[in-house]
């Protein structure tokens, strides 16, 4: 099975830090891209999806990049309730399904 | 929506035993998602069903484990005999045509 992979940190940020996370791809033919956000001892939440041209969502921007195959996510002027696990998600092949592969995730801590 | 519902939340079971976890997903869902959590492997697609079909089960780890979904509104994963590597957070997620995956709480299973 093609892996997913991101560090894992942790990332330790004051508050109002910039932070960006990097997840690499290993299988070229992925076609959809997700950052899940998973808080301790919960399920993961879908946070975003990252389109081809780039997204954004508030303080919260994704990007791919298929040439290098990674996708990344950037967070701006972060709260201590950003703190969380973040994982991110790639569906290997095309159509309308097709299980998820997620990485390891990236556990981020903002402090005061 | 009350979501994606799990049963039990947590699960203590003596090696040998038989554990059997729930899962009814949202309704209107037509796929249904079993993943496995642990710290060293993060987390790990077991099976997923279509219109309560089983599509690739190929994470599955052993005979030992088996999944069923008799009809849409309910599925179930069974491990017999259970053995301590077992161990681990066990979550079920559904899905509709497109993209993010629902996910329920989870149950925490310990296998001593």
């Known amino acids: 099975r093609k892996e997913v992979e991101q560090d894992p940190g942790p990332f330790n940020v004051p508050e109002g830090a910039t932070v960006a996370f990097n997840c690499t791809y290993s299988?070229?033919?992925?076609?959809?891209f997700f950052w899940y956000r998973q808080d301790c001892r919960k399920e993961p939440k879908l946070l975003m999806s990252v389109y081809s041209s780039g997204n954004e969502d508030g303080r919260f921007t994704a990007q791919l990049n298929r040439a290098s195959q990674y996708i990344s996510l950037l967070i701006r002027d972060s709260k201590l309730s950003d703190s969380a696990t973040y994982l991110c998600a790639v569906r290997e092949y095309g159509g309308s399904q097709g299980n998820l592969i997620f990485g390891k995730g990236t556990k981020l801590s903002v402090k005061p | 929506d009350a979501g994606v519902i799990q049963s039990p939340r947590h699960e203590v079971t003596e090696m040998g035993q038989e554990v059997t976890l729930r899962c009814k997903p949202i309704s209107g869902h037509d796929y249904l998602f079993w993943y496995r959590q642990t710290m060293m492997r993060g987390l790990e697609l077991l099976i997923y069903?279509?219109?309560?079909?089983?599509?690739?089960d190929s994470g599955m780890p052993e005979d030992r484990f088996s999944a069923k979904m008799p009809n849409a509104s309910f599925s179930t994963l069974k491990i017999q005999p259970s053995e301590p590597r077992d161990s681990a957070v066990y979550f079920c997620a559904s899905s509709s045509l497109g993209y993010g995956y629902t996910f329920g709480s989870g149950t925490r299973l310990t296998v001593v």
């Open positions: 299988n070229s033919a992925s076609q959809s």
């Open positions: 069903f279509n219109n309560n079909v089983p599509i690739d």
